[in-house]
């Protein structure tokens, strides 16, 4: 019942996904989970069940550089992973990485955000 369906004719939506570290994001990749705080949950859960896809690309904060992107797989649940290491974070959601590669952020400079004063994509 949480897995991805396709909704057709529905908006895509795309998040930026800032982790505190490296070894989450490594965590994500090798696992194919994510989690994220718990008040970011509600966007994301709303986005998955009225949205066609979710897209989530990620990025070490400080790095200077997205780290890749994935698809959203599943909805937010409230089981919690001991993967993280970390207090603070809300339920593990599936996720699908479709590209691991390290880019920085001047590749992606042409990008403005409307619902952020239309500041760079980073």
Not at 21 to 34: M, R
Request: glycine share 10%; proline share 4%; aromatic share 14%.
């Amino acid at each position: 019942s949480k897995s991805l369906s396709p909704r057709q004719n529905m908006p895509i939506r795309y998040f930026i996904m800032k982790s505190s570290n490296l070894q989450n994001i490594e965590i994500s990749q090798q696992k194919g989970i994510w989690s994220t705080t718990p008040s970011n949950e509600r966007k994301l859960n709303g986005a998955f069940w009225e949205s066609s896809m979710v897209y989530l690309i990620f990025s070490v904060q400080g790095s200077g550089h997205f780290q890749g992107f994935a698809r959203m797989g599943s909805s937010i649940g409230c089981e919690k992973s001991q993967d993280w290491g970390s207090v603070g974070f809300g339920g593990v959601f599936k996720v699908e990485w479709i590209r691991k590669e390290s880019i920085p952020f001047q590749f992606a400079h042409h990008l403005l955000n409307p619902w952020n004063d239309n500041k760079k994509v980073q």
